[in-house]
Antibody, heavy 120, light 108 residues
Framework: QLQLQESGPGLVKPSETLSLTCTVSGGSIGSSSYFWGWIRQPPGKGLEWIGNIYYSGSPYYNPSLKSRVTISIDTSKNQFSLKLTSVTAADTAVYYC????????????WGQGTLVTVSS | SYDLTQPPSVSVSPGQTARITCSADALPKQYAYWYQQKPGQAPVVVIYKDSERPSGIPERFSGSSSGTTVTLTISGVQAEDEADYYCQSADSSGTYRVFGGGTKLTVL
């Protein structure tokens, strides 16, 4: 059974960089059948797509976040990562890593989510 | 920016039919997906490619599209269907994904 697990600091100071890693187990991140992505959800609010990346390393980003976001992939470690620079309180959210199936376009597996709070 | 518009809330009694709509300019070119999210849980896909139902999702969930609007229909709503529902699609170029604002389904 595929599992995704987010890891990283739960508290980040304003203006600093948020860094999260998603470790995938039970399957290979190097498959051509999937994208690997990040979605976030501010407390009590809706879902926001951040971006995703193909195993070959081609990333796609939400235009509203593109200037601050980097998603990278490490197939040797079966991990992919998110970096979000110059964070503010508006970036406080539960961050989910997830798998997108190419054939169906479905986000079919999600991590449990990790709350990141931006505060001094 | 590209937006998907959903009603904030829908309320139905058990056994009735719930319909949740999602509209945007680019929908005729891009497929829509529907996700169910219960409190404290990650979302789960209930409809993909406008009207396809994943294995394990009850038959009472169905999807349809007409013009610039897609609709999630839940027939014979059960108490366990109470959740937030999000539509998701992509911009007209298919470059990036976007979620609707979400609809809270209340089962009275």
């Amino acid at each position: 059974q595929l599992q995704l697990q987010e890891s990283g600091p739960g508290l980040v100071k304003p203006s600093e960089t948020l860094s999260l890693t998603c470790t995938v187990s039970g399957g290979s991140i190097g498959s051509s059948s999937y994208f690997w992505g990040w979605i976030r959800q501010p407390p009590g609010k809706g879902l926001e797509w951040i971006g995703n990346i193909y195993y070959s390393g081609s990333p796609y980003y939400n235009p509203s976040l593109k200037s601050r976001v980097t998603i990278s992939i490490d197939t040797s470690k079966n991990q992919f990562s998110l970096k979000l620079t110059s964070v503010t309180a508006a970036d406080t959210a539960v961050y989910y890593c997830a798998r997108d199936e190419v054939a169906s376009g479905t986000t079919d597996y999600w991590g449990q989510g990790t709350l990141v709070t931006v505060s001094s | 920016s590209y937006d998907l518009t959903q009603p904030p809330s829908v309320s139905v009694s058990p056994g009735q039919t719930a319909r949740i709509t999602c509209s945007a300019d680019a929908l005729p070119k891009q497929y829509a997906y529907w996700y169910q999210q219960k409190p404290g849980q990650a979302p789960v896909v209930v409809i993909y490619k406008d009207s396809e139902r994943p294995s394990g999702i009850p038959e009472r969930f169905s999807g349809s599209s007409s013009g610039t609007t897609v609709t999630l229909t839940i027939s014979g709503v059960q108490a366990e269907d109470e959740a937030d529902y999000y539509c998701q699609s992509a911009d007209s170029s298919g470059t990036y994904r976007v979620f609707g604002g979400g609809t809270k389904l209340t089962v009275l």
